[in-house]
């Protein structure tokens, strides 16, 4: 028989998500095609660059002055830099001191614009040596790959960091959905705006409130290796729940529910083994329902789950819960929830949540 961590995670890498298929991830990492003023840009530049170093950063300097930030943000993508990249590259050769602030002040240092033109010249010199630009429409081709096959490089960091959020506006959207209350409500909108601090600690969403907290939420998602991060986030939800035990001694506890998922993960079995071990609960995007079992149950009331044959997989969570869901056969107007649908029941639970439904901690 499995323990109960090898329970949670082989249900963790069964339902891990699939972030290449995720509409968020497709859509944030499509470039949209370049457009006309682009193309002329490309073409000037790549012009410009196939002069010595010298005239062709005193040329690409002028075009930087005249079109400002969004050509400046461009060339970096194309020439395989971000926005944070160049500038902390900089620093290091010229100091934190004389090093522009932000790529939308590159046109002012000399020694920035060089550093692009030499990235860039390595980037243009294949397709000079091919006489590519002897075909115009070949080389708009050329430049609108090349932009393509960039873009989700140049985006990484900030996809990264808006993912990681995204998680939590998922939660809220069900939350809203099923009509109960959370803050901060900003995060419906405004999936970056800031979280909520409850006994020193940093929760990301509290329902329904952080004077009368029944459910605490912790986020962590992760589509690539999780390094640090990992450990990070593990001694996140430590902390958090040895500050639940410390402020909630008699009172019943609320739930510490981690939204974790993302094959990043795997790469560290130390970290995920702490955070399945130490919430009461987790969440992955494809069993959202299991949040709302969560949330009504820290709330004392009762949620209706639409029948699935995948909810035998999910037993021993169901057994912690019962009481606070109903199985129904069919439920046309509940809220989706991944491959099932949920909906409050309008009548509340006739029972207390009691300290021992959180689990024994």
């Known amino acids: 028989?499995?323990?109960?961590?090898?329970q949670r995670r082989e249900e963790f890498f069964r339902y891990v998500w699939d972030h290449t298929a995720d509409p968020f991830v497709i859509?944030?990492?499509?470039?949209?095609?370049?457009?006309?003023a682009e193309m002329e840009w490309l073409q000037q530049v790549y012009q410009h660059c196939r002069s010595d170093a010298e005239d062709a950063s005193r040329n690409l300097r002028q075009l930087l002055e005249s079109n400002g930030a969004s050509l400046a943000a461009l060339l970096l993508q194309v020439s395989g830099l971000t926005r944070n990249k160049i500038i902390s590259d900089l620093k290091a050769s010229l100091g934190k001191d004389i090093a522009p602030k932000s790529y939308e002040h590159l046109h002012r240092s000399d020694v920035g614009v060089r550093y692009l033109v030499r990235r860039?010249?390595?980037?243009?010199e294949p397709l000079y040596r091919s006489g590519i630009e002897r075909d115009a429409d070949t080389l708009r081709g050329v430049f609108e790959a090349?932009?393509?096959?960039?873009?989700p490089g140049?985006?990484?960091?900030?996809r990264?960091?808006?993912?990681?959020?995204?998680g939590e506006q998922r939660l809220a959207e069900l939350l809203h959905?099923?009509?109960?209350?959370?803050?901060?409500?900003?995060?419906?909108?405004?999936?970056?705006?800031?979280?909520?601090?409850?006994w020193g600690i940093s929760f990301d969403l509290v329902i329904p409130d952080k004077e009368n907290p029944k459910v605490l939420v912790q986020s962590m998602i992760q589509s690539a290796n999780i390094g640090q991060f990992g450990e990070s986030k593990s001694i996140d939800i430590k902390r958090a729940m040895e500050a639940i035990r410390k402020n909630c001694p008699n009172a019943p506890p609320p739930f510490l529910v981690a939204f974790v998922d993302g094959v990043g993960f795997r790469s560290n079995a130390e970290g995920l083994n702490t955070v399945l071990e130490t919430a009461d609960e987790f969440v992955q995007f494809k069993t959202l329902w299991k949040f709302a079992i969560v949330v009504v149950h820290g709330m004392n009331r009762v949620l209706l789950v639409r029948n699935h044959p995948e909810l035998e997989n999910f037993a021993e969570f169901l057994s912690r819960h019962q009481g606070?869901?109903?199985i129904r056969e069919n439920l046309p107007s509940g809220v989706e929830a991944r491959f099932t649908r949920v909906a409050l029941k309008e009548s509340p639970a006739p029972q207390a949540r009691t300290a021992s439904a959180a689990g024994d901690r």
Do not use: N
């Not at 028989?1 to 090898?6: D, F, I, K, P, Q």
């Not at 090349?146 to 873009?151: E, N, P, V």
């Not at 990264?160 to 995204?166: I, L, Y």
């Not at 959905?177 to 909520?196: M, N, T, Y």
């Open 154 to 158: 140049y985006i990484r960091q900030e």
């Open 324 to 326: 606070a869901y109903e």
């Open 177 to 198: 959905a099923l009509g109960v209350p959370f803050e901060p409500e900003a995060k419906l909108e405004q999936p970056l705006s800031r979280d909520v601090e409850i």
């Open 146 to 151: 090349l932009s393509q096959a960039t873009y």
């Open 1 to 6: 028989m499995m323990s109960e961590l090898e």
């Open 120 to 124: 860039l010249k390595r980037v243009f």
């Open 27 to 36: 859509g944030y990492e499509g470039r949209a095609p370049l457009t006309d």
């Open 160 to 166: 990264a960091k808006r993912q990681g959020h995204m």
